[in-house]
Each structure stands twice: as C-alpha cells, then as structure tokens.
Nanobody
C-alpha cells in the first residue's frame, strides 16, 4: 500500500503562485504515472495535470501555460507549480499515483487526502 501526502496549499491573491508537493510513502515502481486532480465545492472532480514515468506531461486546457508538473529524480515525489492563479482555480487538490497505463487521465490507484488552494480576487 502506498500513501501520498500533499503539501503547499494555501491562500493566495489572483495572479500569485503556489507550489504543491506530493510525497509517496515508499519508493514507487519505476514505470508509475502521477497526476493532480482538483475538486471545487459543488463540482465534479477534474483532471489538472499528469506526468509519465519517463517525463511526459499532459495538462488540462484550463491550466495549460500556467501550471507545470514535475517529478523528482527518485520518481516518488511530484510537484505542481501554479502561476498566474485565478479565483476559478480554487479547489482541493489531490495527488494520485498509478501504473503507466493510467497516464494521463486514467483510473489512478492511490490518492492523497488533498490540500486546499484558495485564490482570492
């Protein structure tokens, strides 16, 4: 069983930046994929960004050009750099881990508890 722990959420003004981090409890398989999803109150969970085991990245149109997903060389930590934040980015952000076949928007196996991001206007 793998546990994921997110950190880095908070309150920021529109136009600001935040960096989310997600650490796995143990070394993940070399061919795993990791991703970020988010869910705002009253809305469905939506895909944000994903990174494959070999560094390929994929983004939702709503965050393309503003968010960057990256992965530590040990492959068990993933980051989400969020720039030019907008009020509509306000949500609980979840880190996920899955097999390579889950990349980019599949049914990931492991989910973190989430970290809240609030963007004020």
């Amino acid at each position: 069983q793998v546990q994921l722990a997110e950190s880095g959420g908070g309150l920021v003004q529109a136009g600001g930046s935040l960096r989310l981090s997600c650490a796995a409890s143990r070394r993940t398989f070399y061919t795993s994929a990791m991703a970020w999803f988010r869910q705002a109150p009253g809305k469905k969970r939506e895909f944000v960004a994903a990174i494959s085991w070999n560094g390929g990245t994929y983004y939702a149109d709503s965050v393309k050009g503003r968010f960057t997903i990256s992965r530590a060389s040990a492959k068990d930590t993933v980051y989400l750099q969020m720039n030019s934040l907008k009020p509509e980015d306000t949500a609980n952000y979840y880190c996920t881990l899955g097999s390579s076949s889950d990349y980019p928007t599949g049914q990931y196996d492991y989910w973190g508890q989430g970290t809240q991001v609030t963007v004020s206007s």
